[in-house]
């Protein structure tokens, strides 16, 4: 039987950690670190998941900038809000949550980021670096860096071990790939069009689920004593639930966890850790900051 990982128990711990030096900072520097939340448009799960990022700033002392546009903002409205926030001192960080609006092209907002505030990672630069060998970007996009931690705080080492990325999106899948390789992984992505993706996963030591499709990797194609770490976050049907739905993941957690070594379990695994990272990159950036201008 794998041990589950549990998600909501280390981002816990890392968010103490994080509170900790958000105090010391403003002790040393009389200011906190700053993360702008924009979101545009009203998409419920959308409005849940900045819900809880402004929730956690204020948990952890570091000061939110709401910024809340209508689904209907044109883009260059939106590029405007994200130049007031880069010239903005008080903000060391900015998110702007996806996915936009169809009307607005994604890439062009999130490379008007100033990179130095780009605690997303999503900067076509940022992602850039994360592709060179002997570079690193300034900041690592939050779900990717979510799995290593999840994985290293497990004792699950990767250098040289084989992994696969299921799902090739910018977000996830292909930033986590990227991230296993800069650790020695040896990593193969498995997508929509990869033919018979069971016999390419039953060879991962390392599984990282990420393709937005429900319980979609079986018990029987993971390999014994292997670490699954699941993205999903599929809300499927249910009578029994008060909501009528209920939260699974990429992977069948009942099969799979009688075969893994490690698992996550979908809610509380790697998802309490993306908002956690995005307020560790909040720090970091804020941290650089208050050094250089010291
Ligand atoms: N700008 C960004 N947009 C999006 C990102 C991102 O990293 N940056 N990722 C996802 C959504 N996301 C964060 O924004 C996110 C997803 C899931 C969770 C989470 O804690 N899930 C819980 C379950 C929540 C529930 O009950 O509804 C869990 O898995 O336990 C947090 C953040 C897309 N957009």
Known sequence: MATVIDGKAVAQTIRSEIAEEV????????????????IVGSRKDSQSYVGMKRKACAELGIKSFDIDLPEQVSE?????????????????????????????????????ISLDKDVDGFHPLNIG??????????????????CIEL??????????????VVGRSNIVGLPASLLLLKADATVTIV???????????READIVIAAAGQPMMIKGSWIKPGAAVIDVGTNAVDDPTKKSGYRLVGD????????VAGWITPVPGGVGPMTVTMLLH???EGAKRCFEKNH
């Open 281 to 283: 990159n909040t720090l």
């Open 23 to 38: 105090r010391a900072l403003s002790q040393k520097y009389g200011k906190v670190p700053g993360l702008a939340v924009v």
């Open 151 to 164: 994985l290293s705080r497990s004792g699950v080492s990767i250098k040289g071990k084989r992994a696969v």
């Open 76 to 112: 260059s409205d939106l590029i405007k809000q994200v130049h007031n926030l880069n010239a903005n001192p008080d903000v060391h960080g900015i998110l702007v949550q996806l996915p936009l609006p169809k009307h607005i092209n994604e890439e062009k907002v999130l490379s008007e």
């Open 129 to 146: 670096k994360l592709a060179m060998k002997d570079r690193d970007p300034l900041f690592l996009p939050c779900t990717p860096k979510a």
């Open 251 to 258: 992977v069948d957690f009942a099969e799979a966890s009688k």
């Open 191 to 201: 997508h929509s069009r990869t033919p018979q993706p069971e016999s390419i996963i």
